[in-house]
């Protein structure tokens, strides 16, 4: 990939999340790690090439990934409501106006972030919903899909089981690895400050037709302002709307404290305030990411200074020092995806280590463009 280096003062960062759950150990781990680290790269690649839209670009090229890879909770293989179906959530923002576009309960579509930056640039309207979504994305000549393509059998055993127990499942509840990995989502900046973010979810399984959760809220799922930074969340969709918790990190840092300082502390206040379980990626308009989340797992990357961070489980820090190419080896995200789709499921235990969500278990990651320090595992 011919990279083309932006000339302005800060350097061009992507954070990815593949959302906030707690899994046992299983084959799902480098799946979810390699599909976060190729969203990274292919939205930095953008974000280096430059462009008046260089942040928006590379957010939504990277959640389009992660809408792909039919093991995360996004596109294809997002999870079903209780009649069977797929409803998914999408929202895009760009910092420099605050423009913003959502879709909610979308189906039919493969990569609803894609329908949901339309209505934020063809249409006078924030969110779009429901039919009046299907109509837009037909207007606006998006690819149609039928909606069971959207469906894998992981995700049919899983309302199986969920119907069974009379009861809509988390992102914890009795499922195996396979069904437990969450909302996508990715935050940006460029090479000028400006800052974007986008958040794709399909929901939870076996809820009411119509439900939306906090992926296209404005300030929930996620929220952007070139004179602070970019945030973007997943867990608990309706702890999450209750306390804000997308715009709340931004305001700790308008009041002075650290990316990774504030994604922790929005954790908190959720935590204190309405209980829940889940997790944030920011990255400032300075280039400074933070990552925070009060479960387990959140597989997450970062890309700066050519440079790929990511992490899985709490604390954990890895680095890959290889030079980011578009078409990097990714190989085991397509075997094991494969394999997913062939059987199904991946894994059967029940998680039963859940974290006790009224107990402070927030960990914060500060990323700087130069750290190596502490307890980093670096990949040659």
């Given at each position: 990939?011919?990279?083309?280096?932006?000339?302005?003062?800060?350097?061009?960062?992507i954070?990815v999340?593949?959302?906030?759950?707690?899994?046992?150990?299983?084959?799902?781990?480098?799946?979810?790690?390699?599909?976060?680290?190729?969203?990274?790269?292919?939205g930095?690649?953008?974000?280096m090439?430059?462009?008046?839209?260089a942040?928006?670009?590379?957010?939504e090229?990277?959640?389009k990934?992660?809408?792909?890879?039919?093991?995360f909770?996004?596109?294809?293989?997002?999870?079903?409501?209780?009649r069977?179906?797929?409803?998914?959530?999408?929202?895009?923002?760009?910092?420099?106006?605050?423009?913003?576009?959502?879709v909610?309960?979308?189906?039919?579509?493969?990569?609803?972030?894609?329908?949901?930056?339309?209505?934020m640039t063809?249409?006078?309207?924030?969110l779009?919903i429901?039919?009046?979504?299907?109509?837009?994305?037909?207007?606006?000549?998006?690819?149609?899909?039928?909606?069971?393509?959207?469906i894998?059998?992981?995700?049919?055993r899983?309302?199986?089981r969920?119907?069974?127990?009379m009861?809509?499942?988390?992102m914890?509840?009795?499922?195996?690895?396979s069904t437990?990995?969450?909302?996508?989502?990715a935050?940006?900046?460029?090479?000028?400050?400006?800052?974007a973010?986008?958040t794709?979810?399909?929901?939870?399984?076996?809820?009411?037709?119509?439900?939306?959760?906090d992926s296209?809220?404005?300030?929930?799922?996620?929220?952007?302002?070139?004179?602070?930074?970019?945030?973007?969340?997943?867990?608990?969709?309706?702890?999450?709307?209750?306390?804000?918790?997308?715009?709340?990190?931004?305001f700790?840092?308008?009041?002075?404290?650290?990316?990774?300082?504030?994604?922790?502390a929005?954790?908190?206040?959720?935590?204190?305030?309405?209980g829940?379980?889940?997790?944030?990626?920011i990255?400032?308009?300075?280039?400074?990411?933070?990552?925070?989340?009060?479960?387990?797992?959140?597989?997450?990357?970062?890309?700066?200074?050519g440079?790929?961070?990511?992490?899985?489980k709490?604390?954990?820090?890895?680095?890959v020092?290889?030079?980011?190419?578009e078409?990097?080896?990714?190989?085991?995200?397509?075997?094991?995806?494969r394999?997913?789709?062939?059987?199904?499921t991946?894994?059967?235990?029940?998680?039963?280590?859940?974290?006790?969500?009224t107990?402070?278990t927030?960990?914060?990651?500060?990323?700087e463009?130069?750290?190596?320090?502490?307890d980093?595992?670096?990949e040659?």
């Amino acid at each position: 990939m011919d990279e083309v280096f932006c000339a302005g003062p800060i350097s061009p960062c992507i954070v990815v999340h593949g959302g906030a759950s707690s899994l046992s150990e299983s084959i799902i781990f480098p799946m979810l790690i390699n599909g976060v680290k190729k969203a990274a790269r292919t939205g930095y690649g953008l974000l280096m090439k430059g462009g008046k839209n260089a942040s928006l670009d590379a957010v939504e090229a990277a959640v389009k990934v992660l809408e792909d890879i039919a093991v995360f909770n996004a596109g294809h293989g997002s999870k079903l409501n209780n009649r069977g179906e797929v409803e998914m959530d999408a929202m895009i923002m760009d910092g420099r106006d605050l423009n913003v576009g959502g879709v909610g309960g979308i189906s039919g579509v493969s990569n609803p972030i894609s329908v949901a930056r339309k209505v934020m640039t063809e249409s006078n309207h924030c969110l779009l919903i429901g039919e009046g979504a299907n109509m837009f994305a037909d207007e606006q000549g998006i690819p149609r899909i039928p909606p069971e393509a959207l469906i894998t059998e992981a995700r049919r055993r899983q309302l199986a089981r969920a119907m069974e127990a009379m009861e809509i499942i988390d992102m914890s509840d009795d499922e195996s690895d396979s069904t437990k990995a969450g909302t996508v989502g990715a935050v940006a900046v460029d090479s000028f400050g400006n800052v974007a973010c986008a958040t794709s979810t399909g929901g939870l399984t076996a809820v009411h037709p119509g439900r939306v959760g906090d992926s296209p809220i404005v300030g929930c799922g996620g929220y952007a302002d070139n004179q602070v930074a970019a945030a973007s969340s997943t867990g608990t969709g309706e702890m999450i709307m209750r306390v804000n918790l997308a715009r709340y990190a931004l305001f700790m840092i308008q009041i002075g404290q650290t990316a990774a300082d504030a994604a922790a502390a929005a954790l908190r206040y959720m935590e204190q305030r309405v209980g829940g379980r889940a997790g944030i990626i920011i990255v400032s308009r300075d280039g400074e990411a933070g990552i925070a989340f009060n479960t387990e797992h959140m597989p997450w990357a970062q890309v700066k200074n050519g440079v790929t961070f990511y992490g899985l489980k709490q604390g954990e820090v890895k680095t890959v020092k290889k030079p980011v190419t578009e078409n990097g080896p990714h190989s085991i995200v397509d075997m094991a995806e494969r394999k997913y789709l062939e059987i199904g499921t991946l894994g059967s235990s029940a998680d039963s280590d859940v974290m006790n969500p009224t107990e402070s278990t927030v960990a914060s990651i500060a990323l700087e463009p130069d750290h190596m320090g502490g307890d980093v595992h670096v990949e040659m």
